[in-house]
T-cell receptor, first 114, second 114 residues
């Protein structure tokens, strides 16, 4: 079946540190991959996406590359800020499915300290 | 341009009651999906509506039902509420049903069942 596995949090970093949040997936075919972010008390916001192998999604300094050979879509940022503190969700939309439903990982809490 | 809107923002019900949650999709979007996010977990897909029909359903009991109106807005109904139904209910919309399309989320309705 289709599933997403994320590294468990919380991830605690100092401001300007390098961030990596690992995400691996299991899926048939070639799913689309997404990172969503959830700030405290809010809904989900799309952060970035990639729809085919070797695509790199990027937004607001965050990047993730669709790696088919390792079935991974790790999120990275070179220098985090306090305002990046949130829960980050990796998700996939199965290729060939009837709809664009999303399958999410359990989320990774990022806490950035000044 | 308004994004996805949901009402109410918060709701408290008791076991056995019924609840209706509402969602208006982003302008230009005709597909609405509903997700349940339990505390500390990733969202779980409930079902998706397109052209006023339920197109796909996740692993949720028949107590969960929905409807889509001609203006593309949608309702989620939950009957015979259980304590375990306490969660954040998220609505997402997209311009079409196809797997490549990104879903945009509303702020959610937080339901507490006592």
């Amino acid at each position: 079946g289709n599933s997403v596995t994320q590294m468990e949090g919380p991830v605690t970093l100092s401001e300007e540190a390098f961030l990596t949040i690992n995400c691996t997936y299991t899926a048939t075919g070639y799913p689309s991959l997404f990172w969503y972010v959830q700030y405290p008390g809010e809904g989900l916001q799309l952060l970035l996406k990639a729809t085919k192998a070797d695509d790199k999604g990027s937004n607001k300094g965050f990047e993730a590359t669709y790696r088919k050979e390792t079935t991974s879509f790790h999120l990275e940022k070179g220098s985090v800020q306090v305002s990046d503190s949130a829960v980050y969700f990796c998700a996939l939309s199965p290729y060939g499915g009837a709809t664009n439903k999303l399958i999410f990982g359990t989320g990774t809490l990022l806490a950035v300290q000044p | 341009d308004a994004g996805v809107t949901q009402s109410p923002t918060h709701l408290i019900k008791t076991r056995g009651q019924q609840v209706t949650l509402r969602c208006s999709p982003k302008s230009g979007h005709d597909t609405v999906s509903w997700y349940q996010q339990a505390l500390g977990q990733g969202p779980q897909f409930i079902f998706q509506y397109y052209e006023e029909e339920e197109r796909q359903r996740g692993n949720f009991p028949d107590r969960f039902s929905g409807h889509q109106f001609p203006n593309y807005s949608s309702e989620l109904n939950v009957n015979a509420l259980l304590l375990g139904d306490s969660a954040l209910y998220l609505c997402a919309s997209s311009p079409t049903i196809y797997p490549q399309e990104t879903q945009y989320f509303g702020p959610g309705t937080r339901l507490l069942v006592l």
